[in-house]
């Protein structure tokens, strides 16, 4: 691509700028004069902190929600109230747009492609998107491109499982191609047996199945990439999972040698120009007990992998996401501390009796640094309601493990405390204070 221009030696570093374009639609009422609109199809937490990144810009995000409690709903004045499967309700919020953008991958590829033909700036693309929608087609285009990632096959029938099981080892794990996330529509399958109960389940849905990976940890490489070919990538981060839903990030990922951490990176970027990604990207990652990193899936918006560059980063991936689908020059994403850790605050089995309000009211006499993000969401059990940045001290080191476990603890604490208002660690609130 043309002006193509990628992260080189360190992290963060970007080059490669081009004039201002002349911007000939997009601008309205109530969107700051003379700004172009991005218009964000789904109304969950992705669109509301994308609004607060808009709001620096001069902007104001248009949203597709489907109702006035939806996160972005309760923040964004222009929403567009329907559903992503309605092409009226997409052609609406598309109406001026200077890109329209997503919250979510679920959006029909097909409805997407008509916004396309009708002449609708889409970022990103159907053709790039169909990568973060079908795992199928994904690791089809992940060997095609010599990407490392777990052996796979596409699944017809259970003896598809069986011989797959049979050659690569068991458990195996069987994925529905498109539809799942958190972990939902991904099995752990010891047999024959299980797989046909899980395979006439979904008769309407395709299936893949992948050699279990002997994982040492979860790794995420979040990139940018914009129109001009600009690319941004942040440094390497791991990803907690618990039970198959993110928990916990740590930015960077510790103990990650600096040419694999510099090898992903450049992975990461070259997936995204290679697939012609506008936005940002995450690819998570597979660190096997060998050391090897292996693609696991790709998310094609901001992700809950980058919620530490709020806080923690030069520029917000929701800031980059923006840059990006307006095609402006790319932000420095270089991280301003030693570490950041992201905890996710999950709703608890039973909410608290104390207030959310009382409870961030404890956490801040307790904890003055940390960084809370609320998504404005009714608690249920383990739905992601918010996260808490801690940034780590600046004369801290990623090496030491003592200083970056301090952090960790911490930002766990802190986000176990407004799911449960429980102090885990057993601590007083009306003893002494606490200021690190
Ligand atoms: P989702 O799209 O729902 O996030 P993923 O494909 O990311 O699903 O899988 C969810 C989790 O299942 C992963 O984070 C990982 O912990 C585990 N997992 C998925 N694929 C494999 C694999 N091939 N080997 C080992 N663990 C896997």
């Not at 911007?23 to 607060?52: D, F, K, N, Y």
């Not at 590829?109 to 929608?133: F, H, K």
């Not at 996401?321 to 950041?340: F, K, S």
Request: charged share 20%; proline share 5%.
């Amino acid at each position: 691509m043309d002006g193509e221009a990628v992260a080189s030696e360190a992290t963060g570093n970007v080059s490669g700028i081009k004039e201002p374009r002349a911007v000939s639609q997009g601008h309205g009422e109530g969107h700051g004069a003379r700004l172009p609109i991005v218009a964000m199809i789904g109304g969950g937490q992705l669109a509301r902190m994308t609004q607060q990144a808009a709001i620096a810009l001069g902007q104001s995000l248009r949203v597709l929600a489907e109702s006035p409690n939806d996160p972005a709903a309760q923040v964004c004045p222009d929403i567009v109230f329907g559903t992503h499967s309605d092409p009226a309700a997409l052609a609406a919020a598309a109406e001026g747009a200077a890109a329209v953008t997503f919250d979510h991958e679920q959006v029909p590829n097909d409805l997407i492609e008509a916004l396309v033909e009708r002449g609708v700036p889409v970022s990103p693309s159907p053709a790039a998107l169909v990568y973060a929608q079908d795992k199928l087609v994904m690791r089809r285009r992940m060997a095609s491109l010599n990407i490392a990632q777990p052996a796979f096959a596409q699944v017809d029938s259970v003896d598809d499982v069986t011989k797959f099981g049979d050659e690569h080892g068991w458990p195996v794990i069987l994925k529905a191609a498109t539809g799942g996330y958190d972990g939902r529509g991904v099995w752990f399958v010891d047999s024959t047996e299980e797989a046909a109960e899980i395979l006439a389940g979904g008769t309407d849905v395709e299936f893949l199945v992948e050699e279990r990976v002997d994982l040492k940890r979860e790794l995420s490489a979040l990139v940018a990439h914009s129109p001009f070919g600009q690319g941004a990538a942040w440094p390497i981060v791991e990803t907690v999972q618990v039970n198959g839903q993110c928990s916990v990030v740590i930015a960077p990922a510790a103990g990650l040698p600096d040419d694999v951490a510099l090898a992903a990176e450049e992975m990461g970027l070259r997936i995204a120009n290679e697939l012609d990604v506008v936005g940002v990207m995450a690819v998570e990652l597979f660190e096997t007990k060998s050391g090897e990193l292996l693609v696991n899936e790709l998310a094609m918006r901001p992700h809950n992998s980058g919620h530490w560059s709020m806080d923690g980063s030069r520029t917000s991936q929701f800031e980059q996401h923006l840059r990006a689908v307006l095609d402006y020059p790319l932000g420095d994403t270089r991280p301003i501390a030693p570490v950041t850790v992201m905890a996710n605050v999950l709703g608890a089995a039973e909410a608290p009796d104390m207030s959310m309000d009382e409870r961030i009211h404890h956490l801040f006499a307790r904890m003055p640094d940390a960084k809370v993000h609320m998504y404005g969401k009714s608690e249920r059990q383990d739905r992601k309601i918010g996260h808490v940045n801690i940034v780590g001290e600046a004369d801290g080191s990623l090496a030491d493990a003592e200083y970056v476990e301090a952090v960790r603890a911490r930002a766990e604490l802190a986000a176990k405390f407004l799911s449960t208002a429980v102090w885990t660690d057993g601590w007083d609130p009306h003893g002494e204070g606490e200021h690190k």
